[in-house]
């Protein structure tokens, strides 16, 4: 069983840093892209970027392209969002999902194919 658990939220100031983890379980994590999404208050969930399942190549949404860096731990079974100069619309509960497929259209079908762990709230705030 697929289980995925993101962790590392806080509060941050803006432009500052913050590095959150994915840590999986119950699968082949190196099977698997990574993907990282985020939902803000009062809007829909959104794709942020995505890992392939080496860890080669990366995606990133244009919100955060230049300042989100994603990476894979295939050894340790977790995923990375390295978060750095941070604006508060970056404030949101953020998850990260496991596909089977190297999908970087964020909204396709396989994201939501396996099943999604409780997210981790960053707060942008000064």
């Known amino acids: 069983e697929v289980q995925l658990q993101a962790s590392g939220g806080g509060l941050v100031q803006p432009g500052g840093s913050l590095r959150l983890s994915c840590i999986a379980s119950?699968?082949?994590?190196?099977?698997?892209?990574i993907g990282w999404f985020r939902q803000a208050p009062g809007k829909e969930r959104e794709g942020v970027g995505c890992?392939?399942?080496?860890?080669?190549?990366?995606y990133y949404e244009h919100s955060v392209r230049d300042r989100f860096t994603i990476s894979k731990d295939n050894a340790h079974n977790t995923a990375f969002l390295q978060m750095d100069n941070v604006n508060p619309d970056d404030t949101a509960v953020y998850y990260c999902a496991a596909n089977p497929f190297f999908e970087v259209s964020l909204g396709h079908q396989s994201w939501t194919s396996e099943p999604w762990g409780p997210g981790t709230l960053v707060t942008v705030s000064s």
């Open positions: 890992i392939s399942k080496s860890g080669s190549i990366t």
């Open positions: 119950g699968f082949n994590f190196e099977d698997y892209a």
